[in-house]
């Protein structure tokens, strides 16, 4: 893209709630990648360190605002409509990309005029980032994703002309808001395009949403795929007893 090295290639809208102890890794791994970049995080009203972790952080920021407000989605489309960027994404505050992985995902969308978005390979870490797994990514296919969200959100990247035209995130959803959105992509414009290389890293931690409400992420994901697809796959039935119920159980268990 022949563009001036000021000029921002990406937009990322970074939702945060009480995730002081780590927007700091999420921040710096947005600000080290090879592309320019205007940041705009949305705090909903931390009571914890995060606004003094973000005012640290306020000079290379292109905007941030901390006060309640109507969810993680509405917090991400609110900080994508402020950026011109012609590449958009969302990184939650508890995950990081990995050095060089913006570029990828930026390259494969330039290489690829036909494609909405681009998505690549993700690692699950803990809370320290120390220990890490494979997240089951896969090159697009609507089967396979009726049947599972193969797709990471934080390596994902999205054309802003593709985004607007599907209206960003529904903000009706609270934990399926990027499932909901890729099929929104795919209906619209086509397969979303996929590489083959590691790009972000998800930290999995006990106060994750998608480990504290477990019930209504899969509520959300059978409702994504029912709109979407038309029926809902038996394996989502039979992992529900898996996912939801055996590892709540076992979860409190352990507490």
């Known amino acids: 893209?022949?563009?001036?090295?000021?000029?921002?290639?990406?937009?990322?809208?970074?939702?945060?709630?009480?995730?002081?102890?780590?927007?700091t890794d999420a921040l710096e791994s947005i600000f080290s990648q090879e592309v320019p970049v205007e940041v705009f995080v949305a705090d909903g009203g931390?009571?914890?360190t995060s606004v003094d972790v973000i005012r640290q952080w306020e000079p290379r920021l292109s905007g941030w605002r901390s006060h309640p407000d109507s969810g993680q989605a509405a917090a991400i489309n609110e900080s994508i409509e402020?950026?011109?960027?012609?590449y958009v994404g969302w990184l939650n505050s508890d995950d990081c990309y990995l050095p060089g992985g913006l570029r990828v995902l930026v390259d494969a969308l330039e290489a690829h005029h036909e494609w909405p978005a681009a998505y690549a390979l993700a690692e699950d870490a803990d809370s320290s980032l120390t220990n890490r797994?494979?997240?089951?990514?896969?090159?697009?296919?609507e089967r396979r994703l009726a049947v599972r969200c193969f797709i990471s959100q934080p390596a994902t990247l999205i054309r802003r002309s593709a985004w607007e035209a599907v209206g960003g995130l529904n903000e009706?959803?609270?934990l399926a808001m990027d499932?909901?959105?890729?099929?929104?992509?795919?209906?619209?414009?086509?397969?979303?395009g996929f590489e083959e290389e590691l790009v972000a890293l998800n930290r999995s931690h006990d106060s994750s949403k998608t480990r504290t409400q477990r019930k209504r992420h899969y509520q959300e994901a059978i409702q994504v795929v029912r709109s979407h697809y038309g029926r809902v796959p038996w394996k989502w039935w039979l992992y529900w007893v898996f996912a939801v119920w055996f590892r709540s159980f076992f979860a409190a268990q352990k507490r």
Do not use: H
């Open 1 to 23: 893209m022949n563009v001036d090295s000021k000029t921002p290639v990406v937009t990322i809208a970074v939702p945060s709630l009480n995730q002081g102890r780590y927007l």
């Open 46 to 48: 931390s009571t914890d």
């Open 82 to 86: 402020k950026g011109t960027a012609p």
């Open 133 to 141: 797994s494979n997240v089951w990514v896969e090159p697009f296919n």
């Open 172 to 174: 009706d959803f609270e």
């Open 179 to 192: 499932y909901d959105l890729w099929w929104r992509l795919y209906r619209r414009f086509g397969p979303l």
